[in-house]
């Protein structure tokens, strides 16, 4: 099956930095690539999302980038602020009639003020 | 929007006895839902996948006479923890996904469940 791995595991940059999230997946097949951000004791918030169709997706302050030939796929925060600081898991999906996610184990981004 | 509401958002019980969770979408129809568990400080584990009006498929390892899942409707699926233990206790989340040619899973704020 898919195996996502997420580094890295925690990220503290000072307020305005850039912060750069990065995974990697195992299954060729998988072709939707979505970001959540968790903050604590809440579900995960879909933040952004890609398909494999797309090389690049950005939203504001929020982009992400997908290598499909090297399998893999990075999340990146420009002009951090405080209300940033969340846990942000990556996750893989195939086509299928389930579309099951596979998660990341998650990155703590602490952003200092 | 895509919201989806669970009920309750944290329930305490008693060991041996059984706590149900609700989770609905309430401003689309999902044709399927999750439910995830999620331990401190570590990922979601995919618990089963329910498809409105069919039985769950759940995960390997997963008792699914422990776990009773029903999606009696497009936006509603219950998550029955039955003869609950305190090793049951955990965050359990639900997620729902619209049907047609969709990935997106939206999911609901958590359910904390003790169980002592």
């Known amino acids: 099956g898919e195996n996502v791995e997420q580094h890295p595991s925690t990220l503290s940059v000072q307020e305005g930095d850039s912060a750069v999230i990065k995974c990697t997946y195992s299954?060729?097949?998988?072709?939707?690539f979505p970001w959540y951000k968790q903050e604590l004791g809440k579900g995960p918030q879909l933040i952004i999302d890609?398909?494999?169709?797309?090389g690049e997706k950005k939203d504001q302050r929020i982009a992400v980038t997908l290598n499909k030939t090297a399998k893999h796929f990075s999340l990146h925060i420009t002009e951090t602020q405080p209300e940033d600081s969340a846990v942000y898991f990556c996750a893989a999906s195939k086509g299928g009639s389930a579309r099951q996610l596979t998660f990341g184990s998650g990155t703590q981004l602490t952003v200092l003020p | 929007g895509a919201v989806v509401s669970q009920h309750p958002s944290w329930v305490i019980c008693k060991s041996g006895t059984s706590v149900k969770i609700e989770c609905r979408s309430l401003d689309f129809q999902a044709t399927t839902m999750f439910w995830y568990r999620q331990f401190p400080k570590q990922s979601l584990m995919l618990m089963a996948t329910?498809?409105?009006?069919?039985?769950?498929?759940?995960e390997q390892g997963v008792e699914k006479d422990k776990f009773l899942i029903n999606h009696a409707s497009l936006t509603l699926s219950t998550l029955t923890v039955t003869s609950a233990h305190p090793e049951d206790s955990s965050f359990y989340i639900c997620?729902?996904?619209?049907?047609?040619?969709?990935?997106?899973?939206?999911f609901g704020p958590g359910t904390r469940l003790t169980v002592t």
């Open positions: 299954d060729s097949a998988s072709n939707y």
């Open positions: 890609i398909r494999s169709n797309v």
């Open positions: 329910s498809n409105e009006g069919s039985k769950a498929t759940y």
């Open positions: 997620s729902a996904r619209r049907g047609g040619s969709s990935y997106e899973q939206y």
